[in-house]
């Protein structure tokens, strides 16, 4: 059974930096294609970056995405963080499956 657990968010200031973790069990993220989406209130869940090299426009130069084969995880970088940033964060592949999806993890941007 495939598990992604993702944390690291929480409620940052504008300009402050966050870094999500996606831990993954029941599947080896060094041999799957990951992304990292997020869902703000009231908007569909958008895809924000993946492992192949694509990013959303909205984050091109402040997020970056990587992984630890090792440790089995897909990481987020965020800097330069802004309010309209703030979404529940997930980690999936890439395309995204169906029964993969997890709790995501929130962040916050607000002064």
């Known amino acids: 059974q495939v598990q992604l657990v993702e944390s690291g968010g929480g409620l940052v200031q504008p300009g402050e930096s966050l870094r999500l973790s996606c831990a993954a069990s029941?599947?080896?993220?060094?041999?799957?294609?990951m992304g990292w989406y997020r869902q703000a209130p009231g908007k569909q869940r958008e895809l924000v970056a993946t492992?192949?090299?694509g990013y959303a426009d909205s984050v091109k130069g402040r997020f970056s995405i990587s992984r630890d084969n090792a440790k089995n995880t897909v990481y987020l970088q965020m800097n330069s963080l802004k309010p309209e940033d703030t979404a529940v964060y997930y980690c999936?592949?890439?395309?995204?499956?169906?029964?993969?999806w997890g709790q995501g993890t929130q962040v916050t941007v607000s002064s």
């Open positions: 492992t192949t090299g």
């Open positions: 029941g599947i080896n993220l060094s041999i799957n294609h």
């Open positions: 999936n592949t890439f395309p995204g499956r169906a029964n993969y």
